[in-house]
């Protein structure tokens, strides 16, 4: 069984910075790609930034310049590093961590970050 299990969380103003992690514990097999997704109140879950074991990233076009996604594979960790911050980034922010060809897909259950003033 694979656990995610996301940090970093809170309450920031706008502006500011946050890092999320998200730590993967369990029977881990290959994984391929890692990602960051978020969940605003009353809309859908969308993709923030995924990166596969490549390294080739990839963003959401509202946080292009602001996120970074890294990932440290002998941890089997990602890493998030958000920057100017704004009250629209507000949202519960899953991890995924994907193995080849999406044959397995695990989730976590979500850290919530609130950016007001």
């Known amino acids: 069984q694979v656990q995610l299990v996301e940090s970093g969380g809170g309450l920031v103003q706008p502006g500011g910075s946050l890092r999320l992690s998200c730590a993967a514990s369990g029977r881990i097999f290959s994984i391929d790609v890692m990602g960051w997704y978020r969940q605003a109140p009353g809309k859908e879950r969308e993709l923030v930034a995924t990166?596969?074991?490549?390294?080739?990233?990839n963003y959401a076009d509202s946080v292009k310049g602001r996120f970074t996604i890294s990932r440290d594979n002998a941890k089997n960790t990602v890493y998030l590093q958000m920057n100017n911050l704004k009250p629209e980034d507000t949202a519960v922010y899953y991890c995924?961590?994907?193995?080849?060809?999406?044959?397995?897909?695990?989730w976590g259950k979500g850290t919530l970050v609130t950016v007001s003033s």
């Open positions: 990166i596969p074991r490549s390294g080739s990233t």
């Open positions: 995924n961590f994907r193995t080849p060809y999406s044959v397995m897909s695990y």
